[in-house]
């Protein structure tokens, strides 16, 4: 008997381990607060996408990451072993290195060393217990974080006990809190004050104002060719002859009346403020249909947007015809089939049975209509694109009445011959050559994800915007590492020719069918919307307009905010100060006052010490920011104005402090006391 005992008792001694033990996986965590320097961290997958691979080895499981990259893990000590390997992802070129660290309790347990291209992945297996958080970081190694993919290969956690891996990762939840005031019953014009169209092409443009209805509308000094509807205040019309005229617009309601000065430049210059508008793929993808984006047109009235000067109602990818997955697409002759008719025409699929049908009732309301192809056979989700049909596309879409064209790179990739900087440019003008003999104005949104770092030549192929990132997701890691990276770029934007850092994830996101709130807390969408403003970033909202909550719409309707974007003077924010997870970024406005962002970050992107990447405490609310007259090169006195809460708060000398809320923004305008 007492062998027994023994022998039981032995057992559970070897075995109790192994049975109050949980193996949890990186991959399977929530990912979201995991921080990457460019794209999202994926599971499985290398940040951009690929199959997880280093050095020639490829893993099935694991997590494909970006430096600066962290992850903090609550482990209460719970933990037991940290098993994973890593290295640089072989997707990323030569010049990528990275480090890695994990760090426990703001201990180094591991380093990585310098990895490079090729470097065989490490080993890492770790013992984590008594481990209260666990940091998982990339550095860049010291050298800038380009092109530094790295991947936590068959990475997971040994734990002790059944451990909630939602409780692993750290999140916060935050109830939406509206900080827009609702718009004055008395007339105010938000509409752009600049606006570019081509000598003898269709002009379009909607007074938007916010006030009481009914309204009137009135504008002095319309060129010839123009006509205004003063009950709509839509101007349609034409105008031959080249030049800058200035017009005063007005809308008047039983309140009052506003006036605006409005600038139509008629010359070759287009889009001389960035787009505002709405377009499908962030929320539909390929659920996209003519009713779907009729309902957005609809919702864009509705909702009041229109009147703060949303725009566009862009359609992007699948209205066209997916050819069979089975049938091989001969590369030189797409002509054939429905995709396009006997002479090469592209056709729409069943979705959209009538595309002028649509176009015109978008048109109807005073809006704007979008559409996207590739330079490829086929686009991105594999229909029927303009490769050698670019000219006879560019006819279509202005014949069918369109006003934009979102154009991107997919299986071009399969064509292009090399990867020169001549290579990606060559498709882009040759649509450019084919829009420029159509007789319309079509916006020419390039998006090839910064490819040969587009900034630098966009403008000179002739697009009016391009996209300088990958694609945007609803994650604070993506949109906060997207928009913070845009540093540096802003030289290259001004009136009719924007950085685009990808389209607004606020509101019912999800690309298509179903939908679902964005992941992004309430402050890191005002960091959104503010940032994108600063950036003078196009802004597209991608949500299903028609279920639009009041926290998101309050969020698209603040005409001081829309304004910092729609600043006539087009030039794109700096930064001005990045330190210890707080940033300041400032941008000059037309009329000599500066809109300035205070952003809590909560990362400190540059830190010395590897700990110092991770805020190992309960995350702190609030920080103070100060913004000091120096950084912004003035002198003297300045007044301050909250534009979020459109609240003046007082004049200031050499230095102004806010609180800024975790993730969160303080938008100000600063305007020097002499102006
Ligand atoms: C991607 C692009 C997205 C969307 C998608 C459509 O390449 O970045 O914004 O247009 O293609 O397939």
Known sequence: MRKIIFTVLLTLVFYFPFINSQTIWLDKLDLSSMSSGWNTPQADKSIAGNPL????????????????????????????????????????????SV??????????????????????AKKVDIDISKIKKLGLLVTDAGDGLDYDHADWCNAKLEMTG?????????SIKHKPYILTPNPSDKPRINSAKVFGVRPGHPFLYTIAATGKRPMTFDAEYLPVGLLLNKKTGIITGMINKEGNYEVKLIAKNSLGKAESKFKISVGNTICLTPPMGWNSWNCWAEAVDADKVKAAADAMVKTGLINHGWTYINIDDCWAIKPDSHVAMPKDSLTSGDQRDKDGMINANKKFPDMP??????????????????????????????????????????????????????????????????????????????????????????????????????????GNLWRTTGDINDSWSNMSGIGFNQAGHEKYSGPGHWNDPDMLV??????????????????????????????????????????????TLSLLSNDEV????????????SRIFNESGKQI??????DGSKAVGLFYTGVDNKAKDPADYFNWNKIPT????????????????????DLWRQRDLGTFKDKYTAEVPYHGVILIKVTPKNK
């Open 506 to 551: 606020v509101g019912l996101v999800g690309w298509g069918p179903s939908l679902h709130p964005t992941r992004l807390t309430p402050d890191e969408q005002y960091t959104h919307i503010s940032l994108w403003c600063l950036l003078d970033a196009p802004l597209l909202i991608g949500c299903d307009l028609s279920r639009i909550d009041k926290f």
């Open 53 to 96: 691979t280093i050095a020639g080895q490829k893993f099935d499981r694991g997590v494909g990451t970006h430096s600066i990259s962290t992850f903090l893990l609550n482990l209460n000590g719970k933990g037991k072993r940290f098993t994973a390997e890593v290295g640089l992802d072989d997707e990323a070129t030569s010049q990528g």
């Open 562 to 573: 829309l304004a910092v974007d729609q600043d006539p003077l087009g030039k794109q924010a």
């Open 357 to 462: 049908a649509l176009t015109k009732y978008v048109h109807d309301k005073g809006l704007k209509i979008g559409i996207y192809s590739s330079p490829g056979p086929l686009t991105c989700a594999g229909y029927t694109a303009c490769y050698q049909h670019e000219q006879q596309d560019a006819e279509r879409f202005a014949e069918w009445g369109f006003d934009y064209l979102k154009y991107d790179w997919c299986s071009y990739g399969n064509i292009a011959k090399d990867k020169t900087l001549e290579t990606y440019q060559e498709p882009y003008k040759v649509m450019r050559s084919a829009l420029d003999k159509v007789d319309r104005d079509i916006v020419y949104s390039l998006c090839q994800y910064g490819m040969g770092e587009v900034w630098k030549w966009g403008d000179s192929v002739g």
């Open 622 to 641: 609030k920080e103070k920011i100060t913004l000091t007259a120096s950084e912004l090169g003035i002198t003297g006195k300045f007044k301050v104005r």
């Open 162 to 170: 059944n451990v909630n891996s939602t409780s692993l990762v750290a």
């Open 585 to 590: 970024w400032s941008k000059d406005m037309f």
């Open 99 to 120: 480090e890695f660290y994990i760090i426990g309790d703001k201990k180094i347990l591991w380093k990585s060393g310098v990895m490079r291209k090729n470097d065989s």
